[in-house]
Structure formats: C-alpha cells, structure tokens
C-alpha cells in the first residue's frame, strides 16, 4: 500500500511561503496523479491543486491561483507545493493525496478519486 508522508509545513507571517512536500512510498507513484487539499478549522476538506503523472496538466483552486505552484519529481518519488504571498485564510492542515491512472494528462479535483492520502502537515498563517 502507497504511504505518504507531508513535510514542510509550519508558521509563516502573511505575504510570506512555505515550500511543502510529499514523499510516496511506493513505484505507484510513477502512475499516480497526485493533489494537494486542505482542512480549515471548522470547515470541510477541499481541493487545492492538482497534477498528471505526466507532469504536463495541473489545476488549482480560484483562491491560490498565481500563487501557488505544484509540481512532482519522479525521480525522488516526490510532489511538491510552493506556496507564495501567504494569507491568514490559507492556515489549515494540508494533504497530500494520490490515486494511480492510466491517463497519463488527466487531473482529478474531487476527494472521492483519489485512493490514498497522507497525515497531513499544519500550515499556521498569521496576520
């Protein structure tokens, strides 16, 4: 079963970034579209960003559209998710998540595709 594991996470003031990461466990990861979500206090888990196992395609919330960048290194079994300009609204727990594909350009947005998630890694913004 594909393990992953969130790092990078922690406190940041506003305007500021944090570089989080995802390291899978498994050579599943070479087939597995991968994506970010996010759990606020009080509120539902939701989608944050999103990438093919080719690479090529990816997809973002409106919200952290032109500040947030993901990409994955298949090499080092790794995703990435650079995030820039923090805001306080951005605090919450992020998640790592994938699910393994034939379609090597596909995105998947919605928590009920994908197969297997990480622990999560707080990410604290403050004003």
């Known amino acids: 079963q594909v393990q992953l594991v969130e790092s990078g996470g922690g406190f940041v003031q506003a305007g500021g970034s944090l570089r989080l990461s995802c390291a899978a466990s498994e050579h599943t990861f070479r087939t597995s579209a991968m994506g970010w979500f996010r759990q606020a206090p009080g509120k539902d888990r939701e989608f944050v960003a999103s990438?093919?196992?080719?690479?090529?395609?990816?997809d973002y919330v409106d919200s952290v559209k032109g500040r947030f960048t993901i990409s994955r290194d298949h090499a080092k079994n790794l995703v990435y998710l650079q995030m820039s300009s923090l805001k306080p609204e951005y605090t919450a727990v992020y998640y790592c998540?994938?699910?393994?594909?034939?379609?090597?350009?596909?995105?998947?947005?919605?928590?009920?595709?994908?197969?297997?998630w990480g622990q999560g890694t707080q990410v604290t913004v403050s004003t």
């Open positions: 990438i093919s196992v080719s690479g090529g395609s990816t």
């Open positions: 998540a994938g699910r393994e594909t034939d379609y090597w350009y596909r995105i998947y947005t919605a928590e009920r595709e994908y197969e297997y």
